[in-house]
């Protein structure tokens, strides 16, 4: 897979995927709802090696304390969610990217599960799994596993 190059809504913040996307998730908690000024996330779940740090411009880092610790990045301009990062299991380091922060044209699968649902603002009528928390690890690593580049456009 070649680089991806995403940015937020005013142009001026970005980021470069250089690895491929592990899964997509829509988030409910209240944390998502604020930072993406939406009822939910949904969001490309990544490895944190393949969004390297280096190459975010023009982004702000929030700590958001509620476990697990998250640190959230933001356009110093328009103030849209680019980037978060979070180590949820002692092995494995993840970013997430809003679905919205991506080209048009690159291809992303379809979201494998919606998790915080018990947050949620309204109900969500699809087949998509629902977790009311945040997910055990042997339920988020089967998705990872399971997604796969190309296997679907965007929703
Ligand atoms: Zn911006
Ligand atoms: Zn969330």
């Known amino acids: 897979m070649s680089e991806v190059r995403c940015s937020c809504?005013?142009?001026k913040a970005g980021l470069v995927v250089t690895g491929p996307?592990?899964?997509?998730?829509?988030?409910?908690c209240t944390i998502c709802q604020t930072a993406n000024r939406a009822a939910y996330a949904d969001s490309m779940i990544l490895l944190a090696k393949h969004v390297p740090l280096e190459r975010v411009d023009y982004v702000r880092f929030e700590t958001m304390k509620?476990?697990?610790a998250i640190q959230r990045g933001f356009c110093r301009s328009c103030g849209c969610h680019v980037v978060a990062y979070g180590?949820?299991?002692r092995f494995l380091s993840l970013a997430f990217v809003p679905v919205a922060r991506f080209p048009?044209?690159?291809?992303?699968?379809?979201?494998?599960?919606?998790?915080?649902?018990d947050f949620r603002i309204a109900d969500v009528a699809d087949a998509v799994p629902k977790y009311g928390k945040w997910p055990s690890d042997l339920a988020v690593l089967r998705t990872i596993?399971?997604?796969?580049?190309?296997?679907?456009g965007r929703s």
């Open 9 to 11: 809504s005013c142009g």
């Open 145 to 152: 596993l399971r997604t796969r580049w190309g296997r679907a």
């Open 66 to 68: 509620d476990p697990p």
């Open 87 to 89: 180590s949820y299991w």
């Open 104 to 117: 048009a044209e690159v291809p992303l699968p379809e979201p494998a599960m919606h998790v915080f649902y």
């Open 21 to 28: 996307v592990m899964g997509r998730v829509r988030c409910h």
